[in-house]
């Protein structure tokens, strides 16, 4: 066999940042709905009153906004089990975007920059979060070939032959030594029955080829 997959542990999505952010989402709704609100009815005793169907309008949707703040929230904590699921978080992810791009896109026409700032911030919040829990339900896996070991989202993504000293798979855990006095240590799924004999021995034996013969000059 010329290549070994070993599955990692995946640490999975941390359910209290997935809560945190849907409620922040809740939050953000209804502090702009609020804010929104309050603002027209203080506008309808001065001057600067605006046309009545349109004062109208916007206490309208500023409602709605309230009202989709205080849904999100409920939903979030009565059903907070199934909302960590990325599934369900992603649906209500996307309802949050909807709600608010319209906003954001709405108070940059009107050079409102600065409710427009935090409903863009809010989006941009959400595609984040929405990224960080796709990629963290995604499998890692270290693949080692005749080229190296590929070790995925790590800063030494790459170990060629000639800087490994000896690999060893030992109760769920990989542990590879490198020169430089390195040592990597990665936590195996255990959903997996590697053969360990095989993996060491390939790498034993890669190791022997590429081993780097130190000449004394003197």
Not at 84 to 108: D, G, H, Q, Y
Not at 154 to 177: A, G, M, N, Y
């Amino acid at each position: 066999m010329s290549t070994f997959q070993l599955l990692l542990r995946s640490k999975g999505v941390n359910s209290r940042n997935v809560t945190f952010s849907h409620l922040m989402a809740a939050f953000l709704l209804i502090i702009m709905g609020a804010v929104s609100f309050i603002i027209m009815a203080l506008l309808g005793e001065t001057k600067a009153a605006v046309v009545s169907s349109e004062a109208i309008l916007y206490r309208t949707v500023s409602a709605i906004y309230i009202v989709s703040g205080i849904l999100i929230l409920f939903i979030t904590i009565r059903f907070n089990k199934k909302i960590t699921i990325p599934k369900n978080s992603t649906k209500l992810r996307i309802a949050e975007i909807v709600m608010l791009l319209p906003v954001s896109i709405f108070c940059f026409t009107k050079a409102w920059y600065v409710p427009a700032a935090f409903s863009a911030v809010g989006i941009f919040g959400i595609l984040y979060a929405f990224l960080y829990e796709n990629t963290a339900a995604k499998p890692n896996i270290v693949q080692i070939s005749k080229d190296g070991i590929t070790i995925p989202n790590h800063k030494t993504s790459f170990l060629s032959w000639d800087k490994v000293l000896r690999l060893i798979v030992r109760h769920q855990i990989l542990t590879i030594e490198v020169t430089g006095n390195k040592l990597f240590q990665l936590d195996l799924s255990s959903d997996q029955k590697p053969d360990v004999e095989s993996i060491e021995s390939f790498a034993l034996i890669h190791i022997k080829e590429n081993k780097k013969v130190i000449k004394n000059d003197w």
